[in-house]
């Protein structure tokens, strides 16, 4: 997550060719990272993977406040999950969410991971576990909610349970 601003620059190419548009996804990058946060954890870290001077794979997590079932709690977000074209097929953007998953799992006050996608088979050979969409709110206030129907979640031990039907 301690990246120079030339990496920084190179995970942003990175999602620029994978998102396209006209988007200018170092100055977002620069912005989120100036967001106060009320402690280390809580901040966006940025995962990467680097083969020289080029971001091969890159994604981004950061806590997000939710509630399941009308019970409040936080998450871990997962989000520009990418991997460069040319590197595409070669194990980088698994290693790159299995990395981001057992650091921020393995040791955080966080246990799960709640996330969609829009690319579904990936995650299933992750052995993340798809879940319902119904038994999630926001609160008051909350931007970026979950806005793709594929959704997921990875646990580390002791998560809390999450409903099985999504009621």
């Known amino acids: ?23 200018d996804r170092y100055a977002e990058a620069l912005a989120r990272r100036a967001l106060p946060d009320s402690d280390a954890f809580s901040a966006e ?17 950061f806590l997000r406040s939710i509630a399941v079932n009308g019970e409040p709690r936080k998450v871990l977000a997962l989000a520009h999950v990418a991997t460069a074209k040319r590197a595409r097929g070669r194990g980088y953007g ?3 969410v299995q990395a981001a998953f057992e650091t921020r799992l393995a040791s ?32 008051p206030g909350s931007h970026k909610p979950f806005r793709d129907s594929n959704f997921f979640r990875h646990a580390a031990p002791g998560a809390p349970p999450f409903p099985a039907d999504g009621a």
Do not use: N
């Open 1 to 23: 997550s301690d990246l120079d601003e030339s990496m920084l620059k190179a995970v942003a190419a990175t999602w620029s060719e994978a998102f396209g548009g006209e988007r």
């Open 108 to 139: 955080g006050p966080v246990r799960e991971s709640l996330f969609c996608t829009g690319v579904p088979a990936f995650y299933d050979k992750l052995g993340c576990q798809r879940v319902a969409f119904a038994s999630v709110s926001y609160p």
């Open 94 to 96: 698994s290693t790159v």
């Open 45 to 61: 870290w940025i995962h990467a993977i680097f083969e020289d001077e080029d971001c091969v794979a890159a994604c981004r997590t």
